[in-house]
């Protein structure tokens, strides 16, 4: 049983890993024996998140990346996999937007496609060559629950994770043969710094009414911790998931079956 779950010596790519989500999934990976790649835009927040993980006997490296740069993306990923061959890759970075399909604005609209598809786009090109030649590979896209159900003002956040759940089924019918799965995690509100800073920003001076809301749209009453996320993504990078591909895993606390 102590060998469940194992990652041992797996590297790990994960994108967006310096906070947030991604910083618990890269803890949580590291635990379990992964090599973990982190990479992000802050490469004192990549840091910052490898330093905790070696501090603790895991083993990561930190990079500064935009995942938004395709060559930059290739050029990265060439140099770590001649040392460290590829096995897994979770796309996590992301950035939201509050907005319609009438107020958001063409220049918000393209960045966050920019980021939140053509990004996941850029690592899985660059990446599934290497897996395909190992014929073994696994790959996790961080979709949302807005892409499956209709999300207030959040028209251009709503788009981009939608495409993330299609190109998740896409890679995994186009790769399935090639020994390549692929799956997506669809969570609900998770408590992270973003959510704190947002709350902040938008609602001064009714910060705690306002989470308090926000918690009660899932109907288990709270949001996630990033903790728990991370669990869900350890299970699907291990080979206790390996009849799973093509699936999207909703982690929402019931907000898209029990809202509905």
């Known amino acids: 049983m102590s060998d469940m779950y194992s990652l041992k010596n797996k590297n790990i790519i994960v994108t967006g890993g310096g906070s947030g989500i991604g910083q618990a999934i890269c803890s949580v990976l590291a635990k379990a024996g992964g090599v973990i790649h982190i990479f992000d835009r802050n490469f004192e927040s990549a840091n ?27 050029a990265l990923i060439q140099e770590i996999d001649r040392d460290h061959p590829l096995d897994i890759l979770i796309n996590n970075a992301g950035i939201a937007h509050v907005g319609n399909a009438v107020n958001t604005s063409p220049e ?10 053509a990004g996941y786009y850029h690592m899985i090109h660059s990446v599934i060559p290497y897996f395909v030649n190992r014929k073994s590979g696994v790959i996790i896209n961080m979709a949302s629950v807005a892409g499956s159900v209709g999300v207030s003002d959040r028209f251009a956040y709503c788009t981009t994770k939608g495409a ?31 959510v704190d800073g947002f709350i902040a920003k938008n609602y001064a ?26 669990h869900l993504a350890l299970y699907l990078c291990s080979d206790e998931a390996a009849f799973v591909t093509g699936t999207d895993f909703p982690i929402d606390g019931g907000y898209i079956r029990l809202n509905s």
Do not use: W
């Open 205 to 230: 001076g009714r910060e705690k009414e306002m989470f308090e809301k926000l918690s009660m749209t899932q109907p288990i009453g709270r949001m996630a911790e990033p903790i728990e996320i991370a």
């Open 164 to 194: 993330v759940i299609a190109m998740t089924y896409s890679v995994a019918k186009d790769f399935v043969k090639d020994g390549i799965r692929c799956n997506c995690i669809s969570p609900g509100r998770v408590h992270t710094p973003f």
């Open 48 to 74: 910052q998140t490898a330093e905790q993980i070696n501090a603790t006997n895991g083993s990561s490296y930190p990079y500064e990346c935009d995942v938004t740069l395709l060559d930059q993306v290739k």
């Open 108 to 117: 918000d609209f393209d960045r966050l496609m920019k980021v939140n598809v």
